[in-house]
């Protein structure tokens, strides 16, 4: 197949490694890439937001599949205009695409659809942010209600630091302030084709930027799957994912289908394992980084198969995809000043020798090839690399990783250091 990924980050890396790994001789590109990626694929200089430009790449080169990777070119309606031209594209239009544009949609979307999810209220000013505190008390938990990069919500118990968030989004339009729900979180996500729905193994990711889940919230510092800890609640992991299937996402694939938006894509469900029950955090259109990082190594099913059937409506062909038993686990290398004022365009040394541990590859998030040759990298952005480690146990994947991820050398840079220790135990 002639597949061309949108994208420039470690969820777009590992999207085309998986498409690599497979017994197949697909042609890749990728739009815009990075450093990385120009490994693995062929890179074409396009304007992932201009669905017209991309329309006709697509059309010139005879492209079987567009995979749209992050949420701006599925917001600015990329998918559209490649479906009106008859293009396989996998992510939703620019309508379904709401359902992570706008918090305040995808809750109306919940509330339609009777799916679980907390209690949260959509606020136009200090006034209305404040008696929404009032009502749901501490912990706060303030949402922007458009796209944030990740960086769009905080949770504190720090009242005058969560109206200060809330006042500093407020500027661009309403935020949404929800009572704070408490559990282990959980990705799960969900292939559609705008009727039919298949899971992919669920995942943790770790989104403070400290360890102890201290720091500010970033994209998220690593991730690991399976996660074995849900079997001691439901009695397995297939009997989550049923549960999440029936409750959550085939209600919202329906609603949105009712309503004339079909979605055609990634579902991602961010889920939180209350005391009380499953209940929905947020949902985002596309695969989520960096759990798409530990959840593609460990799909058996070829991926370009079920991204094809999903983009063409033909899903309901597919079985369930299947996993190995292997975990996998990643762990983000940040530049220095991550989240808040990344500093960028210092080298980065040692990655052959990270690459060379055993059961260690690299996704590249954020790297770019300096203007003086030499053959190093330099780091373009906050999260810089991801060390993925996979094995037959967490004990192991996790040493491996942090053996690897020793051997690079970026000034300044900074990981976590607990990725997946509870699991590991």
Not at 56 to 83: H, K, Q, T, Y
Not at 200 to 223: C, E, H, I, S
Not at 356 to 372: F, I, K, M, Q
């Amino acid at each position: 197949m002639k597949i061309l990924v949108l994208g420039s980050g470690a969820r777009e890396h590992a999207i085309i490694l998986s498409l690599r790994s497979e017994d197949a001789e697909h042609e890749v590109f990728a739009a815009p890439g990075n450093a990385g990626i120009a490994q693995d694929a062929t890179i074409v200089e396009l304007d992932m937001l201009d669905g017209t430009a991309v329309a006709s790449f697509a059309n010139e080169r005879g492209v079987d599949l567009v995979v749209i990777g992050p949420e701006a070119p599925l917001v600015a309606g990329v998918a559209d205009v490649l479906r009106d031209r008859g293009i396989p594209v996998f992510g939703p239009g620019k309508a379904a695409a709401r359902l992570e544009g706008s918090k305040a949609f995808a809750k109306r979307i919940m509330d339609a659809a009777s799916v679980p999810t907390g209690r949260a209220v959509r606020a136009a000013s200090v006034a209305e942010v404040e008696a929404a505190f009032d009502d749901f008390g501490a912990p706060h938990v303030v949402k922007a209600d458009g796209l944030a990069a990740g960086k769009g919500v905080i949770v504190t118990t720090d009242r005058s630091e969560a109206l200060a968030h809330a006042e500093h989004y407020l500027a661009a339009g309403a935020v949404l302030v929800e009572e704070f729900l408490t559990g282990p979180e959980v990705s799960l996500f969900f292939l559609s084709d705008g009727d039919t729905v298949r899971a992919l193994a669920p995942a943790q990711d770790f989104k403070r930027a400290l360890d102890g889940d201290g720091g500010p919230n970033t994209g998220g510092m690593g991730a690991y799957s399976p996660l074995p800890w849900l079997t001691e609640q439901f009695g397995s992991i297939d009997a989550f994912v049923t549960e999440v299937t029936d409750t959550v996402a085939m209600p919202v694939i329906r609603q949105l289908d009712a309503e004339g938006t079909p979605f055609i894509g990634l579902l991602y469900a961010g889920l939180i394992v209350t005391p009380a029950g499953i209940r929905v955090i947020e949902f985002n259109a596309r695969f989520g980084d960096p759990e798409t990082q530990v959840v593609l190594p460990r799909l058996k099913t070829p991926l370009s198969r079920l991204l094809l059937s999903a983009a063409s409506g033909h899903l309901e062909d597919e079985p369930a995809p299947e996993f190995s038993d292997d975990v996998a686990i990643t762990v983000v290398l940040a530049s220095e000043g991550y989240p808040e004022a990344p500093q960028t365009g210092r080298m980065i040394e040692g990655l052959a020798e990270a690459a060379s541990v055993d059961g260690v590859h690299l996704v590249h998030a954020a790297t770019g090839a300096p203007d003086a040759p030499g053959g190093s990298l330099i780091a373009t952005g906050g999260r810089v690399l991801n060390v993925v480690a996979t094995g037959s146990d967490f004990a192991d994947a996790r040493k491996r990783a942090y053996e690897a991820i020793g051997r690079i050398s970026l000034e300044g840079a900074h990981f976590r250091h607990d990725i997946a220790a509870r699991v590991a135990q």
